[in-house]
Nanobody
Framework: QVQLVESGGGLVQAGGSLRLSCAASGRTFSRYAMGWFRQAPEKEREFVAAISRSGGTTTYADSVKGRFTISRDNAKNTVYLQMNSLKPEDTAVYYC?????????????????WGQGTQVTVSS
């Protein structure tokens, strides 16, 4: 069983930055692609960013491209999401997730383990 625990959320003013972390249990972290998703109130969950198992390839939603950076440290079983130039519309619960395989994927159904989420609130 894999457990994912997010941290680093909070309240920040527009234009500010936050760094989210997601720590994974188990010994197979480096075998899988990882992703970040978010869900705002009364909205569907949406893809934010994903990273290949080696960390060499990343992909982002258009809404965060150029502002957010996903990275991972396989030695620490941790994936990160650096969020800069935050906007009020970035307010959401952010979830990290483990892909079901090594491929870089963006659809939620292609992820089989999810964290509990961390709240990010951006004030205007």
């Amino acid at each position: 069983q894999v457990q994912l625990v997010e941290s680093g959320g909070g309240l920040v003013q527009a234009g500010g930055s936050l760094r989210l972390s997601c720590a994974a249990s188990g010994r197979t972290f480096s075998r899988y692609a990882m992703g970040w998703f978010r869900q705002a109130p009364e909205k569907e969950r949406e893809f934010v960013a994903a990273i290949s198992r080696s960390g060499g390839t990343t992909t982002y939603a258009d809404s965060v491209k150029g502002r957010f950076t996903i990275s991972r440290d396989n030695a620490k079983n941790t994936v990160y999401l650096q969020m800069n130039s935050l906007k009020p519309e970035d307010t959401a619960v952010y979830y990290c997730a483990r892909a079901s395989g090594a491929l870089l994927v963006t659809a939620g159904y292609e992820y089989d383990y999810w964290g509990q989420g961390t709240q990010v609130t951006v004030s205007s």
